[in-house]
């Protein structure tokens, strides 16, 4: 074990090492995107200690990891630091955010980085390996719309190992819930409107200062010419989540954690 701790603290030390390369801060990019994430979540890290929580439990202490639609690594990120033994593969189509995510984890050979569309059937063509202990992902699936997001789980089922887990922290919407969803709304939106008061960045605002960097101008710009404005998908309930994966071929699925606006559900092969 403590060998296993000596490579990743000397992995860490490599990386920290190259957090600044060509004039670019990327551990700085790292935690801005991470401040930005937590204006629309100000719960985002308790979704991660349950994600990692549930990953021991079942796989244990070192496993293979697929961070799924991964964006700067946020997940690999605390996945490394909890567990030193862990590998982690990030997928994600956005150059911008994997530039930022190449960046931060340059030196540190338990994480790679894997450019793919998640809606080109063929993406898992492009994986290191065939499957994984855990696929993990969080607040990136909602622009999906329901068709492809059930494709999308035929696929995670087949790289998810027998024992293994999958699973999606996202926003979820609710049925038969106006009212409560109504007041939730504004309750989470007014905190946000403090937050911005103070000085948080916006969705809008974080990219444009994303633009403004030498190193992330063109990723920045061709991130718009692959998805255009941002856009939400269906965000269906967390029983459908549950159905369609169980349908997809994991044995058990359920809600492992949820706020007013978003839930965790958990499938286990």
Same mark, same amino acid.
């Not at 063509?125 to 290191?128: K, M, Y």
């Given at each position: 074990m403590s060998d296993v701790r000596d490579a990743a603290q000397g992995s860490r030390e490599a990386r920290d090492a190259r957090a600044v390369a060509g004039g670019t801060d990327w551990r700085a990019w790292q935690e801005s995107w =991470?401040?930005?994430q937590e204006w629309f979540m100000p719960d985002r890290e308790e979704r991660f200690r349950v994600m990692l929580d549930m990953v021991e439990a079942l796989v244990g202490p070192e496993p293979r990891v697929l961070d799924l639609a991964c964006g700067t690594g946020s997940i690999t990120d605390r996945l +490394?630091?909890?567990f030193p033994g862990a590998?982690?593969?990030g997928v994600d189509l956005d150059p911008a +955010?994997?530039?930022i995510a190449r960046g931060y984890f340059a030196g540190d050979e338990r994480a790679s980085f894997v450019a793919a569309d998640l809606k080109d059937p063929g993406w898992t063509?492009? +994986?290191?390996h065939s499957s994984y202990d855990a696929v993990l992902t969080a607040t990136a699936l909602h622009w999906l719309h329901a068709d492809p997001l059930t494709e999308l789980y035929g696929r995670i089922a087949g790289l998810t190992r027998d024992g293994g887990v999958f699973m999606n922290a996202d926003h979820m919407a609710h049925e038969g819930t106006p009212r409560i969803d109504a007041a939730e709304r504004a309750h989470r939106h007014a905190g946000m409107d403090r937050a911005k008061a103070a000085g948080?960045? =916006?969705?809008e605002q974080w990219w444009a200062k994303a633009a403004e960097d030498p190193a992330l101008a063109e990723p920045t710009a061709e991130r718009y010419r692959i998805y255009g404005s941002h856009a939400d998908g269906d965000m269906p309930s967390p029983d459908w989540h549950v159905r369609t994966l169980l349908a997809a071929g994991f044995g058990e699925a359920r809600a492992v954690w949820a706020s007013p606006s978003d839930?965790?559900?958990l499938a286990l092969k």
């Open positions: =991470d401040r930005q +490394l630091r909890r590998t982690s593969t +955010l994997l530039a063509r492009a +994986l290191p948080a960045l =916006d969705w839930t965790l559900v």
